[in-house]
């Protein structure tokens, strides 16, 4: 659990994302960082008193620090201030309907929204992504901060309870914050997550306004917290957290997802690792460059691959739908006897006890050479 909350201080977030082909996404950052792992710490950390983790708005929906629901509770109140269209319809319609759902929460949470007594008429017109109307009015309450979300269950649905039992109470009782508090927070742990970045990394990381980003950058830098740099090759200014270590040489590879907080920001990872990457569930099969779920490979200090992955379960195999190897790659052998190696490892953690590569891509050839 040490080691688990060493990267939660270090990323402060893990995106979730409904997507089962291989793992989970908010999994595999931590193995990427440690390695086999056991997931029961994950879940006991975030589902479990007191929770480390908590799931809001972070970079999209996330598991985040819990040390930081005081600097998220400006988005809370920027969602209270804003128009929500399906909610007005419903509680017009349905004015008990808020108060019910918080009092079937007292009374049985966790719940999810399937579990709140409401006759309605379902419409079939996909208004809201055919939301319930206890659906619409729980995802106000949750990003308003009215409502937590305990856990999700084994369909992946948020269960939805009360602040006070999932939120630990020295967390929620601590004061309200100032908006340039709440800032200063925030852009202080894009900063550290990243190491190095320009204004639209670091906003992006939180997906918070440059302007106000800017001008907390300001404030953590007189304070000795950020420190503006030149990155040699790249335009504008970047930022680097001042306790940032810098090694003279990095080791060791890792597989990244597309949802790794290293690489949230597609053009930062073009920038500084020259990897043009995209994530390509939602293109038809036909124009697909690289696949449907596809992994980086770092090894070392380079992103020197990309391999589309998926866990046939049945079979008991982690299948490399296809490998591609970059451009700027050191020697393909390595890299393919590398990749090997990691493939194995993630393989044995997902109980699965054996790797198959498939004859598509770049790297296809010899890295099935050395998984052979």
């Known amino acids: ?159 939805y309870d009360l602040p006070e039992r999932v939120i630990p109470a020295p967390v929620l009782r601590s004061p309200d914050l100032s908006d340039d508090e709440c800032y200063d927070q925030l852009v202080a742990r894009a900063v550290r997550a990243l190491g190095v970045a320009d204004l639209g990394a670091i906003a992006d990381y939180f997906y918070l306004r440059k302007a106000p980003v800017f001008e907390a ?53 073009l920038a500084l690792f020259d990897v043009d990457y995209r994530i390509e569930i939602y293109v038809p099969a036909a124009k697909r460059r690289f696949g449907y779920y596809v992994y980086l490979f770092v090894m070392d200090s380079e992103v020197v691959a990309r391999v589309d992955l998926k866990a046939d379960r049945p079979g008991a195999r982690l299948v490399v739908q296809a490998a591609w190897v970059e451009d700027h790659a050191p020697a393909t052998d390595e890299v393919a006897r590398r990749l090997a190696g990691e493939l194995r490892l993630m393989a044995s953690w997902l109980g699965l006890s054996e790797v198959e590569v498939r004859p598509q891509g770049s790297l296809a050839a010899p890295l099935a050479r050395v998984v052979g």
């Open 217 to 269: 950058l300001g404030r953590l830098g007189a304070a000795g917290a950020v420190a503006e740099v030149e990155v040699s090759g790249l335009p504008g200014t970047h930022w680097l957290w001042t306790d940032a270590t810098i090694p003279r040489r990095i080791s060791g590879q890792a597989l990244v997802s597309p949802f790794d907080s290293l690489v949230f920001q597609r053009d930062r990872l």
């Open 1 to 159: 659990m040490r080691h688990l909350q060493g990267v939660v201080d270090a990323v402060a977030q893990f995106q979730i994302d409904s997507v089962d082909v291989a793992v989970r996404a908010h999994l595999m950052p931590l193995f990427a960082r440690l390695g086999p792992y056991d997931p029961a710490l994950l879940v006991r950390a975030s589902r479990s008193a007191p929770r480390r983790l908590f799931e809001y708005w972070g970079h999209a929906a996330c598991l985040l620090d819990v040390t930081l629901e005081p600097a998220l509770r400006l988005r809370m109140a920027r969602h209270r201030e804003s128009s929500w269209a399906g909610v007005e319809r419903v509680l017009t319609d349905k004015p008990h309907l808020r108060q019910q759902i918080l009092d079937d929460l007292a009374r049985s949470g966790p719940l999810t929204a399937r579990d709140i007594d409401n006759a309605e008429e379902r419409r079939k017109d996909n208004w809201g992504w055919n939301w319930s109307e206890a659906k619409h009015v729980l995802e106000y309450l949750f990003s308003c901060g009215e409502v937590s979300v305990a856990g999700r269950n084994r369909a992946f649905e948020r269960l």
